[in-house]
Each structure stands twice: as structure tokens, then as C-alpha cells.
């Protein structure tokens, strides 16, 4: 039973101690990495907004303070940006002069009492709201409000964009971390903004108290396993830089390692049902092998008791039945002890005759050949008669002549050897191992007369110990393979963890790390480093004409375009968020960069796929932004980022499907 459940329970505690730690680690990277996308998401989409709407604000249509002229772009944002609920123009004192939707401004709408208005008056600068119900649609969302400058930056009136957060809601709604986990959003005061329970979102639930909501607001990211309302839970969190928002990705901890609770039970009924088997089979053999015991002893003690009837029932041809049969034997030789004696010469060559090990007699010589041996030796080395085998000297049954050697030599030092193993050729050349206890026997002179020895075959018990080598080594090998294939394991999921789910290049984490590391390599070497910032014209059209699968097809086709040109030319190729790409160059100048840029644009641009409600080319198209510079010591890598967002802006007021490099 132990060499049963011993490997079993060894085996089974260190899978569940690896299974639960990698699914802890797991399950703790999902949670922190969500964590960090969807902050990275909102934080984008922030601020992607607010670098357009400040751009607006300095348009000269805006500044004019013209109504009409200002009313027109409100209306070009709303068509530009489908989550816009309303954006409108207040002046300096707060009244409304323009709107997005046509209809005159309305005259009794002051918006000195807004928070964020008073904001923007206090710092000049643009605003941030924190989530609120839009009173013309009743929706949540935020309001951008960006202050809008004469020519000696004296405070006209205000841009005012509020953003419909219904998408980014149901994003969070289907966010399922397992069966019950969930993701959530809280202001910079720890009150419930976004959240899959809509009801806290309206009652605005305070939950600052709670461990990743403090550490998520006080600008941390990272995950922390804490325990709310009786409930261990392990959860990420990140900050959203541009809000100051907090997100935090949980799951419930019993949830997450009910995979390895599972392999526990799983493991725990092979392991009880090893040790029922074991033990049946153990009792079984038990009981087979101590009956026959049972009647000897019993026979035994009858015949010390001076009982010389008793005959014990020979129950089967093995060692055990013929010891039963010899101590038969026995008896009937004690019954007739008196005819012993003059024929014990006859019994004992019966008793020698009939044991199933080997018996000889020999000299020490290399050449003397056999004096007496018993047929057992016979069979041993499997000779045909007792008479064959005395006519072979003892030193040729040895495979190595050294045994032979050492065997005397251990026998003239001590006087005999016991259990000695030894490697040995039967009659047919094959090899046995046999277990020789050999005793010298010495004339008056004190010389070796000759050698009296038995011999057992235990070639079987050798192979039992050769199997179960093998399978320790077995068991060894087993675990080790397990090893690597769980370190296989966590390279495969680290390598998934830089990969875009969905077009197979390099996903936002990855391409801030690699542009992170090319930026100091720049900065070092005094080098050029170029990006080309890209996205799909009129995507959305495309997306709400062919769907969500035809969009996603789509995408991939693009990301196979800038495939291979990372494989030509470039470092590094990303998708940067929703449709938008970008591509590190580094050791480029912007003519490079430019040329790789027009490859780009015309390899999309020939994969000719059908947009019919593109209003620039009946084939789906990109723009792009190109921008290089030799970063200077003091320079920070967002400044390359904006340049070629800009210049991708450029692009794209320029009538897209073209391609604009930044002036840097």
C-alpha cells in the first residue's frame, strides 16, 4: 500500500501546489492587465477628445464668436463624433450662443453654476465633469469644456462637448471575469461612476474605502486580494491618468481556484480508490500467503507437543508447498526415527534432492570439476542431469573470472562468504543472477579441504528490482516533462499577453514598452526615430454597413499589410486602439518614413475592399501621420506620439486617404 499511495500522494501535492500557484498568477495577470486596458481605453479616448476639441477651440470659426459660423462646426463635430450627446458655446458670462443640433441658442441657460465651468474660468485651462445625466437626452456621460482665447488670450467663452458613456457602460457590462467577476469605474472620490449595476451608478455609491479603490485613486496600478461583505476576492486596478479615475477588475477567490479545488477532489478519489485497491489486493495476498503458514506453524507446535499424527494439507507446488510437504516428511522421519538411522544417508540425499536451491561441494581449483551437487544445481544452470553438471568445473559457471577470483579471495580471508551475488552463465550461455553462500572447510594443516555452498537463482527478484527502477525513473521523467511543459506554459501565455487578440500584432502594452526602450536608445545614440500613426477612413460607416465580423476581417487585412512591412523594414508594428495602427522606425529619417508611409497607404489601398458608403473611395482606405525627430536629452516620446496624431489629423482634414508629416 505505501509504494502505492506514497508516489500518488507525492505527485498529487505537488501538481495541486504548482496548478494553484500558476492559476493564482493567472488569474491575478488577467485581472491586473484589464485592469489596465480598459483605464488605458478611457484614458485614450479622453484624451484623444480633449487634443481635437482644443484644436477646434483655436480654430478661427470658433474664436470669431460668430453664432452661425460656430453653429456649423458644432454640427461637423456632432457627425464626426457619434458619442456626442451635445456640444454647444457658452461666452465669457455663460450664456448660450450657439448650438450643435440648428436650433437658436437658448437664452435662458446660464451655465455659471456648473462646476466644471467654474473650473475652466479659475485655471484657464480645459475641464474634465465627472459622470452626469445629460438633460437633452437623459444619458450619462462627461462634459469637456475648453476655454476659447482671443489674441491676447483673454477668455471669450467656452467649447462645451458632453460625451455619451453608453458604450463604454455596456463594454464594462459584458466584461465577465469568470461566472460572477466584473470590472467597475470610480471618480477621484471613490464614488461608483460605471458599473454593471446601474443602480450604484445613479446612488453614486461611495466604496472608497475599499482596498484597490484607494490605492487605484491615489494613482496606483497593480491588483491586491481583499475581502468585502464575507467574500475573499483578488482584483486589479489602474488609474486613468487624464480623470483621475479609478478601475478596478475582480473576481471572487473560491471562483478562480475552483479549477484547482476540482483536480483536489479529482486527485483525492484516485488516491482513496489506489488505497481500497491496494488494500483488497494486499488482504488477498495476505491471506494466501499466511494460511499455508498458519498450518505449519499449528503443525509445528503439535510436534513439539509430541503429537506425531498431524499431517499438514499440501495447498499448492510453491515454496511454501513444498516446505509443507518436507515438514510432512519430517514427520513421517521422526515416526520412523528408528529406521533413520540406517538409512540416513538415503534421507538426507532425498532431502537435499528435493530443495529448490542448489547445493554443491567443489574445490577451489580452476580445473577440478564438481565433487557433489544436488539436482537443483541442475536446473539452475539448466543441465540435463545431476551427472552432466558434476563433469563442469565451478570457475566456468562464472561470466567474469575476477568473481570467481574475488569469491576465493573473500573465502581464505574470512572462512566463508553469505548472499553473495553474482552474475553467472547457464548451460545455454544465457546469464542468471544467483545468491552464493559459501562455506570453507578446512584439513587439520588448516588448508581448504573443499567448499561447501548454496546457490539461489534470483534472477526474478533482480528483475522485480530492474522494473521497479524503471518506473521510478519513469515517475521521475513524467514529473520532469510536466515541469517544462507548465514553464512552456507560462512563456506561451507571456508571449499571448503582447499579442492583439485580434489581428495578431503587437497590442498597446507592448508597443509602450518597445517605444519606451527605442526612445532611450535614440536619446543615447543621437539617432532618428520615425512613427507612423494610421486610421481607417469612415470606419464606423463600414462597420454599421458590413458588421462587426466584416469590420473585424477588415482590420486583420490591414494588420497582414503592416506584417510585412515590419518585416522589410520596421521594428515594431502595433494596433493602437479601436482602428487606429502605429509603427516604430527606428535609425529612420522621415524620408524613409515616408516612403514606408505611401507603401502603406497604396498596399491598403489596392487590397480593395469593397465601402460603398465611403465618401472618398469606393475601396476601404487610410490616412496616415508621419513624424521623425532626433530626440534632444531633455526630450519626453509623447512629443513624437502627438506630432504624428497631428499630423494624422492633418490628414484627415486634408480629404483622408493621403498621408501628411509633421512639422517638427
Known sequence: MLVTLLPILITNFLTWHSYQEVMRNLVVERNSNLAKEIASDINWMVIEKIRAFKIIGESQDIQSMDPAR??????????????????????????????????????????????????VIETGKTVISDVLIAKSTNKL??????????????????????????????????????????????????????HPDSGLVVNGMDVSQLVPVKAATSGQTGWTEYEYNGQRRLAGFSCVPSTEWG????????????????????GLLITVGAAIIAMC???????????????????ANALARGELQGEIKVRAQDEIGQLAANFNNMVTQLVKRDEAIRESEGKYHSLVDNLSVGIYRATESLTDCFIQANPAMARIFQYNSVDEFLKVPLCLLFQNRADFKKLIGEIKQNGY?????????????SVAWCSFTVTAQYTEQGSICWLDGVV???????????????????????????????????????????????????????FDEFFEREWQQAQTEKRPIAMIMLDVDFFKSYNDTYGHLAGDKCLQLIADVLKNVE?????????????????????????????HGEKIRTQVENLGILHDQSAISPVVTVSLGVACMIPKKEAQGNELIIAADKALYMAKQAGRNCMQIAGI
Open 70 to 119: 460656430q453653429a456649423i462646426v458644432l454640427k461637423k463635430i456632432a457627425q464626426e463624433y457619434p458619442d456626442v450627446q451635445l456640444a454647444v458655446i457658452s461666452d465669457a458670462g455663460g450664456r448660450q450662443i450657439a448650438r450643435w443640433d440648428g436650433k437658436p441658442a437658448d437664452a435662458g441657460i446660464n451655465y455659471t453654476d456648473r462646476k466644471y465651468y467654474q473650473q
Open 141 to 194: 456621460g462627461i462634459v469637456i469644456a475648453t476655454p476659447i482665447k482671443g489674441a491676447k488670450q483673454e477668455l471669450l467663452g467656452l467649447l462645451i462637448i458632453n460625451l455619451e458613456l453608453d458604450k463604454l457602460i455596456r463594454h464594462l457590462g459584458e466584461t465577465k471575469i469568470g461566472d460572477t467577476g466584473y470590472a467597475y469605474v470610480v471618480n477621484s472620490e471613490g464614488k461608483i461612476i460605471i
Open 247 to 266: 478601475v478596478i477588475a475582480q473576481q471572487p477567490l473560491d471562483e478562480a481556484m475552483r479549477p484547482v479545488t476540482e483536480v483536489k477532489k479529482s
Open 281 to 299: 489486493i494486499g488482504l488477498i495476498i495476505a491471506g494466501a500467503l499466511s494460511r499455508p503458514i498458519i498450518d505449519i506453524s499449528q503443525a
Open 417 to 429: 562468504v553469505k548472499n553473495k551475488e553474482i552474475l553467472i552463465y547457464r548451460m545455454d550461455e
Open 456 to 510: 539461489e537463482d534470483i534472477s526474478e527478484r533482480k528483475q522485480g528490482e530492474e522494473l521497479l527502477r524503471r518506473a521510478h525513473d519513469e515517475l521521475e521523467s513524467q514529473v520532469t516533462e510536466r515541469t517544462r511543459e507548465l514553464v512552456r506554459l507560462n512563456e506561451a501565455l507571456k508571449q499571448t499577453s503582447l499579442l492583439d487578440g485580434l489581428t495578431g500584432i503587437a497590442n498597446r502594452r507592448y
Open 567 to 595: 518585416k522589410d523594414v520596421a521594428r515594431l508594428a502595433a494596433r493602437y486602439g479601436g482602428e487606429e495602427f502605429a509603427i516604430i522606425l527606428p535609425n529612420t529619417d522621415w524620408k524613409q518614413a515616408a516612403s
